[in-house]
């Protein structure tokens, strides 16, 4: 899902925020800590009477806030945020296709989300750049995935296509698993990086509070 933020007389900031059935995992939850940091940044718009436009995506559109103004108005902010229902397969690309056909107003993008794109990232990333936006990737992950406590035979099951899969877990494909896990966190980095995308990793385990002021050193929110 996305929050828009228009932050400015001139400029539009838009937070966008993955909605989507894998972001129900992760401890604390995912989505929780997504809401938060949508929470945060919408509070810092409407302080400065900024206008702010809300919409919930996973694979397409599903709920829309329409512009506020004002402080005052962070109680609808918070109802429109706890009231997300997380369902459907991620689909970044198509989602912010309708995005930027709907809203003219370019400006920087905030993009909230645990990158699990069955397409890939790369298009949804891109899908902001070719349209004159200009993305900042938080990324939201929890690094125990890394490492998942999986032994045996198991049946693994994909909480968004719900494909299914009979795996034997040994400790040689756990080593393997971290390897590929490291390796997709790096190409994201590397992607952002050679694109001038400003990257941030969000562990969910990290604090509240680091992370927000992680976002404002790192530089490109501000504009």
Do not use: W
């Not at 962070?74 to 009231?83: G, N, P, Q």
């Not at 590397?190 to 604090?207: E, G, H, L, M």
């Amino acid at each position: 899902m996305y929050l828009g933020i228009d932050i400015g007389t001139t400029a539009t900031k838009a937070i966008l925020i993955d909605a989507s059935q894998s972001m129900t995992y992760g401890n604390p939850v995912k989505l929780d800590y997504a809401r938060r940091v949508a929470a945060a940044l919408a509070y810092i718009g409407l302080a400065n009477l900024d206008r702010a436009y809300m919409t919930a995506y996973a694979e397409k559109i599903r709920a829309e806030l329409p512009p506020q103004r004002g402080k005052g108005r962070i109680f609808k902010v918070f109802r429109f945020l706890r009231e997300l229902e997380p369902a459907g397969v991620t689909d970044l690309g198509d989602a912010l296709k309708t995005f930027v056909a709907q809203h003219k107003r370019r400006g920087l993008a905030v993009l909230i989300s645990d990158l699990y794109d069955p397409a890939g990232f790369e298009k949804g990333i891109n899908v902001l750049r070719y349209n004159k936006y200009d993305p900042f990737v938080v990324h939201i992950v929890d690094k125990k995935e890394e490492k998942p406590k999986l032994t045996g035979d198991v049946l693994l099951y994909d909480c968004e296509t719900g494909d299914e899969r009979e795996v034997t877990v040994t400790a040689k494909v756990l080593e393997r698993f971290g390897q590929v896990y490291k390796e997709y966190l790096h190409e994201i980095d590397r992607f952002c990086t050679t694109r001038t995308v400003p990257y941030i990793q969000a562990d969910v385990s990290q604090p509240f509070d680091e992370l927000i002021l992680k976002i404002f050193r790192r530089g490109g929110f501000l504009r």
